[in-house]
């Protein structure tokens, strides 16, 4: 099993970013999955930052990037999106997707429930 997560870069300010996450070679379909992104810097934990449910019905955010970034998923590609407006300099960070098997009509935004992780995209955002 296997997530890539791609988009990362540096950016001003204000500006946007879209990441993505590609799955391949999950034995179940991609939907049989919920997601997450989380982000974490150096000395810091790592916090949840979206996650999405199996059918993207349900969607979950932090409360320090609600109204800015906008999860979505692309079932038929197996692609999960993180589309990030108004970025701030505190959104620097390595961003992550993340796997569950799940059929739940929610997500969770706690780490510790997932089991599959990709490796990871950077991004700063320069003010």
């Known amino acids: 099993e296997q997530l890539a997560e791609s988009g990362g870069g540096l950016v001003q300010a204000g500006g946007s970013l879209r990441l993505s996450c590609t799955a391949s070679?999950?034995?179940?379909?991609?939907?049989?999955?919920?997601m997450g992104w989380f982000r974490q810097t150096s000395g810091k934990e790592r916090e949840g930052v979206s996650c999405?449910?199996?059918?993207?019905?349900?969607?979950h955010y932090a409360e320090s990037v609600k109204d800015r970034f906008t999860v979505s998923r692309d079932n038929a590609n197996n692609i999960l999106h993180l589309q990030m407006t108004s970025l701030k300099p505190e959104d620097t960070a390595f961003y992550y997707c993340?796997?569950?098997?799940?059929?739940?009509?929610?997500?969770?935004?706690?780490?510790?429930?997932?089991?599959?992780w990709g490796k990871g995209t950077q991004v700063t955002v320069s003010s």
């Open positions: 993340a796997a569950t098997p799940s059929n739940g009509a929610s997500c969770s935004m706690d780490g510790d429930d997932f089991e599959y």
């Open positions: 070679g999950f034995v179940a379909d991609f939907d049989d999955y919920a």
């Open positions: 999405i449910s199996w059918s993207g019905s349900s969607t």
